[in-house]
């Protein structure tokens, strides 16, 4: 008898991890742009990965991910396109669902503007961007990038840009838990504000460091303060590098 009801319980567990596997739909997309056209792409659950190229199309891999089939197929993506650009969004998240979309992105060089925003996942930049905008509540955002202007926040995440060229535009980064990382030409030209509430601050610019009762601070300015940066955590280090 035991031995029966061994045998049950065994292939009802299989038959419930067979039920709870991943179930996965990939979505392949072009678009064409134009140096004035904007991507704005707004996510709930899952990473975005961007990247620049020397093409005339933005090309879009969106992968759906669930334990769930039925809540796989609810979950929809998104795709505007007009003159202005390209606006992905996804719909159907309802009544608790944690379906994840990933996206892999390539756009032209230098595309005029792009707005990244997700909620639970990290953002990741490569390439030649104009003006860039991301924001995620929860997750890590990075650029290894060329870049003119840019505006970086997160809630619980570490931001971390590696500027390969001199600055062209001013740049903003903001977390609340997570530490800001940014290495920069040393030709570079900007004037620093910065703070931060729990944590270190360390440059190898020659700036002002001031560390008061509650927080510390940087300032000042390199090379005529062409352009300005801005940074702000509560819970985290700055740390500015030469590259």
């Known amino acids: 008898m ?9 292939i009802l567990l299989l038959t419930f991890y067979m039920i709870a596997g991943e179930y996965s739909e990939t979505i392949n997309r072009s678009f064409e742009a134009s140096d004035s056209s904007k991507l704005n792409i707004k996510n709930i659950n899952g990473n975005i990965n961007i990247k620049t190229y020397n093409g005339k199309k933005i090309n879009i891999e969106a992968i759906k991910r669930s334990e769930n089939k039925f809540e796989l197929k609810s979950v929809k993506i998104i795709f505007e396109y007009d003159k202005d650009g390209l606006n992905i969004f ?105 703070s931060t509430l729990n944590g270190h601050i360390k440059s190898d610019f020659p700036l002002k460091i001031s560390k008061g009762f509650i927080g510390s601070s940087i300032s000042g300015n390199i090379e005529g303060g062409k352009y300005k940066i801005r940074l702000k955590t509560v819970n985290g280090n700055i740390k500015l590098y030469k590259n």
């Open 90 to 194: 996804p719909r159907g998240y309802k009544n608790n669902i944690n379906a994840c979309i990933n996206y892999k992105i390539e756009i032209p060089n230098n595309l005029n503007e792009i707005y990244i925003k997700t909620v639970n996942g990290n953002i990741d930049g490569k390439g030649n961007f104009s003006k860039v905008k991301a924001r995620t509540v929860n997750g890590t955002i990075s650029f290894h990038a060329v870049m003119n202007v840019c505006s970086l926040s997160t809630v619980n995440g570490n931001i971390h840009v590696y500027r390969q060229s001199l600055f062209s535009g001013d740049m903003f980064m903001k977390s609340v838990n997570g530490s800001l990382k940014i290495e920069l030409d040393s030709n570079s030209s900007f004037v620093v504000n910065g």
């Open 2 to 10: 035991r031995k029966i009801l061994f045998i049950i319980f065994i």
